[in-house]
């Protein structure tokens, strides 16, 4: 059978569907976690390992309440990132009848929200957190527990990220999108997905979020 037109529109399958299979692709390629939140910012499902641990960063790194908080829709690839340098991407998508695979009260003809992250645009954020951490008054059994967690994020160029934000929006939307139409949380994230942000000031808040965690 040759190509015919409509083959790649994914419009016709619900939209949980296609998040599900998005995760799918996006961890086995670079182990990468997908995370989908309810309409009030519930979590409903992730693939990150260490759930609890990220999810904590999300938020205490303030990524979701800039999501939540914002009148935006969203309705384009939105790129962010948190104090520790990790770098996370978002979109919005809509439940828009009964039959979707994700169907709660809170999603009914509702918002959705599709999370990609974390990960590192380069090998020189996890030794700044190494270097900062060598610093603090954690033990060394702590140290080791937080770098090990951390060494779990993957590492990947700028121009991968870009790809796979390409991919969350025509997954969710069916259209194609160019790199020009993303949006940047503020401009710290814009230089640093440029690579010319200056040397980042690890939060002490975010870092002992991470330590509570561990006790």
């Known amino acids: 059978m040759g ?9 016709e399958y619900p939209v949980g569907v296609r998040v599900r299979i998005l995760a799918a692709q ?11 939140f309810l309409g009030q910012g519930e979590m409903f499902f ?10 904590s960063f999300l938020k205490l790194g303030k990524c979701l309440d800039f999501l939540y ?5 969203w309705d384009r690839p939105v790129i962010l990132s948190d104090p520790l340098g990790m770098v996370w991407l978002a979109e919005n998508a809509y439940v828009e009848n009964e039959g979707e695979t994700v169907q ?21 954020s ?18 080791r ?20 934000a390409k991919i969350l929006h025509y997954t969710l939307t069916s259209q194609r999108i160019q790199t020009s139409d993303f949006i940047f949380q503020n401009e710290a994230t814009r230089l640093l997905t440029m690579g010319k942000s200056r040397k980042i000031r690890y939060s002490i808040r975010v870092l002992s979020g991470l330590c509570r965690m561990k006790n």
């Not at 992730?46 to 999810?55: D, G, Q």
């Not at 996890?126 to 140290?143: F, P």
């Open 46 to 55: 992730s693939t990150c390992v260490h759930e609890k641990e990220f999810l």
């Open 145 to 164: 527990e937080m770098m090990r967690t951390l060494a779990e994020v993957p590492v990947i160029s700028m121009s991968a990220v870009n790809q796979y």
């Open 26 to 36: 996006v961890k086995a390629s670079a182990n990468l976690a997908t995370w989908l």
């Open 69 to 73: 908080e914002s009148k935006e829709e």
């Open 104 to 124: 709660t009260e809170q999603t009914q003809k509702g918002r959705l929200l599709i999370v990609i992250g974390p990960l590192f645009l380069s090998h020189t």
């Open 3 to 11: 190509y015919q037109e409509g083959m790649d529109d994914l419009e």
């Open 126 to 143: 996890v030794k700044h957190i190494e270097e900062s951490l060598r610093s603090s008054s954690y033990s060394v059994h702590m140290r």
